[in-house]
């Protein structure tokens, strides 16, 4: 019993608290903060470790609703959506119920999409079983092309990103001869570079720099007003929350497919439903509940793909692969053959995270906004010391330390000038897929 909470309920309640509270804040977002945790879960239990990172991805998506609905200020891009219906919402004095609309239709995407994960990878990894080495080459291929067509920027600049990721992963030692290749005579760069230090440095450092200047100095707080929904807002709200878990379920598996696409996509649908577009005016609950749906949904069923093929659909799924294998768990079938309690405990885990995200942020909801009004300029280089103790605890690396300072420099120069960032994560990660099983089929020939 002992095992099964320190395994399941601690890590399930201590990420869901830090992933909201990573979801309130602009900043370090939840792959840096995944990617920090790396080194923290090294000793954990493996279902721990995949857990608590499980539950921040999640709860960065509950966490920024609030800032969203009470400030029109969301910590994650997904909030931008349920800003626009949320935000009027709680101006007209119905800020209470847009966050407990907001809660209920994410747990309702987060159990369901638990659900579809649980049954659905294993069948994705025995179909896997039928793919050589030039299909799954071919398989990754099409989701960095897919990356590069749905991602924000543009065909031209993803395509730069993706290039630029793909020679920031293939820097290090060749897999067939091992031979350094493109590592400038710096010996730290024979074993490649770090995840850590990439996704942290351009995610986390990147936006901590961008965001120096007050973000919250524009904001105001808006009324939280009653809670409890109507009868009918609850009519209204529960259609347009299964509508956004199955389309959030669905974006969620393609490679490139974010929350924020999730969460647009349903915004558009509800739009185009609800016939009196009058309401949309003060703020209707489907404009809450479907992308908040969405966005939660998105979140999780990228675990198909990463359990299911070992290819991760989104930055953060990289980060979790990265974790995967730190603990010696493959992906594919080799998971569910040889680590089948794994997979049990982390569905469980994703359930439990789910319910304990529901209960911290509706009843938390005075702590959270207590949290909002510390000064920006105080919690910026807060974030970035974290950030720099966290890559240098990695591997106590200085190196490590300089990689962290140029990404960030990098996702600052790119952010300003339109650039997306999540091509160049995919490129580091899935090129050394794409060679490694390139090389397999051709030394197969």
Same mark, same amino acid.
């Given at each position: 019993m002992i095992?099964?909470? $320190?395994?399941l309920l601690m890590p399930a309640a201590l990420g869901a608290l830090l992933g909201t509270l990573v979801g309130l804040l602009p900043g370090i977002g939840?792959?840096?903060?995944?990617?920090?945790? +790396?080194? =923290?879960?090294?000793?954990?239990?493996?279902?721990?470790?995949? *857990?608590?990172?499980?539950?921040? #991805? $999640?709860?960065?998506? #509950?966490?920024?609703?609030t800032t969203a609905i009470l400030l029109n200020l969301p910590g994650e891009a997904s909030g931008l959506v349920t800003a626009e219906q949320g935000h009027r919402m709680a +101006?007209?004095? /119905?800020?209470? %119920?847009?966050? %407990?609309?907001?809660?209920?239709?994410? +747990?309702?995407?987060?159990?369901?999409?638990?659900?579809?994960?649980?049954?659905?990878?294993?069948?994705?990894?025995q179909a896997s079983l039928a793919l050589g080495p030039l299909q799954i080459a071919l398989l990754i291929l099409l989701a960095g092309v897919a990356v590069v067509a749905v991602g924000q920027g543009g065909l031209l600049r993803n395509s730069a990103m993706l290039l630029l990721g793909a020679l920031i992963? !293939?820097?290090?030692?060749? $897999?067939?001869?091992?031979? &350094? /290749?493109?590592?400038?005579?710096?010996?730290?760069? /024979?074993d490649g570079v770090g995840m850590v230090p990439l996704i942290v440095g351009l995610f986390g450092v990147g936006e901590v720099l961008a965001s120096w200047s007050g973000r919250h100095a524009a904001s105001t707080l808006a009324p939280v007003g009653r809670f409890w929904p109507t009868p009918k807002e609850w009519h209204h709200s529960a259609p347009a929350a299964v509508r956004g878990s199955m389309l959030g379920a669905l974006v969620g598996m393609l490679p490139g497919g974010s929350t924020l696409l999730a969460a647009l996509g349903s915004q558009s649908i509800e739009r185009r439903l609800w016939r009196d577009k009058g309401t949309w005016t003060t703020g209707h609950v489907s404009g809450v509940a479907g992308p908040e749906a969405a966005n939660n949904a998105a979140a999780q069923t990228g675990l198909i793909p990463l359990i299911g093929l070992g290819i991760p659909p989104n930055p953060a799924m990289a980060i979790l692969l990265g974790a995967l294998l730190l603990h010696g768990v493959p992906p594919g079938m080799a998971m569910f053959e040889q680590h089948a309690a794994l997979f049990n405990h982390l569905i469980w885990g994703i359930v439990l995270a789910?319910?304990?995200? $529901? %209960?911290?942020?509706? &009843?938390?909801?005075?702590?959270?906004?207590?949290? +909002? /009004?510390?000064?920006?300029?105080?919690?910026?280089?807060?974030?970035? !010391?974290?950030?720099? *103790?966290? =890559?240098y605890a990695h591997q106590r690396s200085l190196f490590d330390v300089w990689l962290l300072m140029l990404f960030g420099v990098m996702g600052l120069i790119f952010r300003h000038a339109g650039f997306g960032l999540a091509p160049i994560v995919f490129g580091a990660v899935l090129a050394p897929l794409f060679e490694d099983h390139l090389r397999r089929y051709l030394m197969l020939l």
């Open positions: 095992e099964l909470a $320190f395994t939840p792959a840096a903060t995944m990617a920090l945790l +790396l080194p =923290v879960t090294f000793t954990w239990p493996a279902e721990a470790a995949l *857990i608590i990172m499980c539950a921040v #991805y $999640f709860g960065a998506q #509950y966490g920024s609703s +101006l007209d004095g /119905r800020g209470g %119920v847009a966050l %407990v609309i907001a809660a209920a239709a994410s +747990l309702l995407a987060g159990l369901g999409t638990a659900a579809l994960i649980a049954w659905s990878t294993p069948i994705l990894a992963g !293939l820097i290090g030692a060749d $897999f067939g001869g091992g031979i &350094p /290749r493109m590592t400038m005579g710096i010996a730290e760069l /024979r789910n319910l304990m995200l $529901f %209960v911290l942020n509706v &009843p938390l909801v005075g702590l959270w906004l207590n949290i +909002l /009004r510390v000064p920006m300029q105080v919690l910026m280089p807060l974030i970035l !010391l974290i950030s720099l *103790i966290g =890559v």
